[in-house]
Every structure is written in structure tokens, then in C-alpha cells.
């Protein structure tokens, strides 16, 4: 078919390779405009931009969809569908309808439980064991569109949004490959959401991210490994100097249990409102992320030590 694929992330690169793999014609990808990247705060175009020019696909960055030239332009692709993977800006009817087919949306979640900006993060964070892929058409509404494909992924016990990012991500390039050829025959059957269950994972923001260790263990291991990478749950362990912030980017829950912020042994076993919490990898501000055991031997942590 013809499509235009719009989106912006490493999430959507996997889903825009798969595409041209089938060897649909992408007449035109859209991404957002480039962005300061890297210590030097250079100007680079996004993963999906840097896709398509290494394979010679027109590409167009436009601030606003909305833009009525921007529009114009889109309906006179003449397309098949347009396909969306974590494109960045709300798309009015006049571009979700231009396309003969339609526009459909890879999004990472069960859906309706999970719609919104950061479903991969809000999962892991909520304690789900079950999360997965969708593709859905694509309404006005906020992720609100009929379901054409499902696939289904477990949450493990150690699992990070970086980790459950990519899994993600490879099962959803399969999962739009397979729904674009059931579109194409005419076989795709599509099922509108529930009312009921109805979530919404808000973007996280960095002012949320730091870790009250009054809260129960549970929570702040999910915390933890939902906000790893970004933004990064953290807090702050006390040195001759000041305090040291710290990203904990790896824990896991354990039953033991102590006085709320205070570690329970010198291996970054931190007691917490409800059990413990045990840090398995960090990241001290400034440098790498290192496995706890390497980075307490450059920075001891005593049981004992009260962190903040």
C-alpha cells in the first residue's frame, strides 16, 4: 500500500523498518522537528527522521499538523493509511480521515486501560502483570479508536521501561505488518474499546521522580523500574560533602523491615513505609549507570546510613 508513517522516538524506528521491509511504499514520513541532542545541544533530527534519510524516504517535520498548507499537502499524497507510532502532536480529523483507508495507531497498552503519553511507564508503575500491544484506528479522541490487533506481553518481576520498551516495540513492528496486510484484504476486523476500565498514563515529569521512602516497598520498586531510565526515580545519600544524588535505576521488593529510609545492610538494602527495597543498579549524578556492587566500592553506603 501507500502510506505516510508518522512518528518520532527509537519506539517507532522498529515499526517504520518492518513497513518498508513488507515493502509498502512510504511516500512520506513525518516526524517532529530536530532537537537539541547530546552535551553540546546540537540541533539532530529525530531517530524516525534519521530512519527515513538513510533510506532516501521524503521526510517533513512541520510544528503543527494543524497548519491548513500542512494539511493540504497530507490529502495530496494520495495515501492507502497512515500509520502513527508515538508521533508527538494530536492529529485533527482532516488528516486522520484524508488517507482512502484511514489512520491507524500502534500504542502500547491493553487498551482502554493505559491511553495517553506513557502507558509503558504508567504499567510497570501500577504493578501490572499484563500489559501488550495495539493497533486501533484512529479517532479524535485521546486513544479512543476500535482495535484491529492485540498482542499480549508479560510484566516480569525485574522488568524496566526500558526493557519493556523494546519487547514492545518489536511486537509491535510484527503486530502492524500483520494488520496491514489484513487491511489490505479486507479481512481486518476491528472492536471497539470497552466504556469500562477506562486509565490514563499521564507523561511523568522529572519533580515526581524523587523517592519517599516513607511510601510502601512495593510501590517504590515500581516506581523504580517504571521511571528507569527517565526520568529516573532518585534520592540522595549523605557524604562528607553534602548530599549525593543518586538515580536508582533497578531494585526489587524483599520482606524486611526497619525504620523508613535507613539501610538495613551495606548493600543498598533500604528500608521503606512498608518492606524494603533492594538497589541493584544506579547512577550517580554525573556519571554512568553502574550494578550497585561496583558502585559501592567507590562510594560505601553503611548500614545504618539514613538517606534522603
Same mark, same amino acid.
Given at each position: 500500500?501507500?502510506? +505516510?508513517?508518522?512518528g518520532t522516538?527509537?519506539?517507532?524506528v522498529?515499526? !517504520?523498518?518492518a513497513?518498508v =521491509?513488507?515493502?509498502?511504499?512510504?511516500?512520506?514520513?513525518?516526524?517532529? &522537528?530536530?532537537?537539541?541532542? #547530546?552535551?553540546g545541544?546540537e540541533?539532530?533530527?529525530? &531517530?524516525?527522521?534519521?530512519?527515513a534519510d538513510?533510506?532516501?524516504?521524503?521526510?517533513r517535520?512541520?510544528?503543527s499538523?494543524r497548519?491548513? +498548507?500542512?494539511?493540504?499537502?497530507?490529502?495530496?499524497?494520495?495515501?492507502?493509511?497512515?500509520v502513527?507510532v508515538?508521533?508527538g502532536q494530536? !492529529?485533527?480529523a482532516a488528516? $486522520?480521515?484524508?488517507?482512502?483507508?484511514g489512520?491507524?495507531?500502534?500504542?502500547?497498552? !491493553?487498551? &482502554?486501560?493505559w491511553r495517553? =503519553?506513557?502507558?509503558? %511507564?504508567?504499567a510497570?508503575?501500577?504493578?501490572?502483570?499484563?500489559?501488550?500491544?495495539?493497533?486501533?484506528?484512529?479517532?479524535?479522541?485521546?486513544?479512543?479508536?476500535p482495535?484491529?490487533a492485540?498482542a499480549?506481553?508479560?510484566?516480569?518481576?525485574?522488568?524496566?521501561a526500558a526493557? $519493556?520498551?523494546?519487547?514492545?516495540?518489536a511486537?509491535?513492528?510484527?503486530?502492524?505488518?500483520?494488520?496491514l496486510?489484513?487491511i489490505?484484504?479486507g479481512?481486518a476486523?476491528e472492536?471497539?474499546?470497552?466504556?469500562?476500565?477506562?486509565?490514563?498514563?499521564?507523561?511523568?515529569?522529572?519533580?515526581?521522580?524523587?523517592?519517599?521512602?516513607?511510601?510502601? #516497598?512495593?510501590?517504590?520498586d515500581?516506581?523504580?523500574r517504571?521511571?528507569? &531510565?527517565s526520568?529516573?526515580?532518585w534520592?540522595e545519600?549523605?557524604?562528607?560533602?553534602?548530599?549525593?544524588r543518586?538515580?536508582a535505576?533497578?531494585s526489587?521488593?524483599?520482606?524486611?523491615?526497619?525504620?523508613p529510609?535507613v539501610t538495613?545492610d551495606?548493600?543498598?538494602?533500604?528500608a521503606?513505609?512498608?518492606?524494603?527495597v533492594r !538497589?541493584?543498579?544506579?547512577q550517580?549524578?554525573g556519571?554512568?549507570? %553502574?550494578?550497585?556492587?561496583?558502585f559501592?566500592?567507590g562510594t560505601?553506603?553503611?548500614s545504618?546510613?539514613?538517606?534522603?
Amino acid at each position: 500500500m501507500r502510506l +505516510a508513517f508518522l512518528g518520532t522516538p527509537d519506539f517507532a524506528v522498529s515499526a !517504520l523498518a518492518a513497513i518498508v =521491509a513488507a515493502g509498502h511504499e512510504v511516500a512520506c514520513v513525518y516526524s517532529q &522537528p530536530p532537537a537539541p541532542r #547530546g552535551r553540546g545541544h546540537e540541533l539532530k533530527p529525530s &531517530p524516525v527522521h534519521a530512519f527515513a534519510d538513510s533510506h532516501d524516504i521524503a521526510v517533513r517535520t512541520p510544528v503543527s499538523m494543524r497548519d491548513p +498548507a500542512e494539511i493540504a499537502a497530507f490529502a495530496a499524497l494520495n495515501l492507502d493509511a497512515a500509520v502513527v507510532v508515538a508521533f508527538g502532536q494530536i !492529529l485533527p480529523a482532516a488528516i $486522520l480521515d484524508a488517507p482512502r483507508l484511514g489512520s491507524f495507531n500502534v500504542h502500547g497498552s !491493553l487498551l &482502554p486501560r493505559w491511553r495517553g =503519553a506513557a502507558p509503558i %511507564q504508567r504499567a510497570i508503575m501500577a504493578g501490572d502483570k499484563v500489559t501488550g500491544v495495539q493497533v486501533m484506528r484512529m479517532t479524535e479522541g485521546l486513544d479512543e479508536g476500535p482495535v484491529l490487533a492485540t498482542a499480549t506481553l508479560r510484566i516480569d518481576a525485574l522488568e524496566t521501561a526500558a526493557t $519493556l520498551h523494546d519487547r514492545m516495540a518489536a511486537a509491535g513492528a510484527d503486530l502492524i505488518v500483520r494488520t496491514l496486510a489484513d487491511i489490505e484484504a479486507g479481512r481486518a476486523v476491528e472492536t471497539p474499546q470497552p466504556d469500562s476500565g477506562v486509565t490514563y498514563a499521564k507523561k511523568l515529569r522529572p519533580q515526581h521522580a524523587r523517592l519517599d521512602w516513607t511510601k510502601p #516497598g512495593p510501590g517504590l520498586d515500581a516506581k523504580i523500574r517504571g521511571m528507569s &531510565p527517565s526520568p529516573g526515580a532518585w534520592f540522595e545519600i549523605p557524604t562528607d560533602k553534602g548530599p549525593m544524588r543518586v538515580k536508582a535505576l533497578l531494585s526489587t521488593f524483599e520482606d524486611q523491615t526497619g525504620t523508613p529510609a535507613v539501610t538495613l545492610d551495606d548493600r543498598l538494602l533500604v528500608a521503606t513505609g512498608e518492606g524494603a527495597v533492594r !538497589l541493584l543498579r544506579v547512577q550517580r549524578e554525573g556519571r554512568g549507570p %553502574q550494578d550497585a556492587e561496583v558502585f559501592l566500592r567507590g562510594t560505601p553506603v553503611p548500614s545504618g546510613t539514613r538517606l534522603s
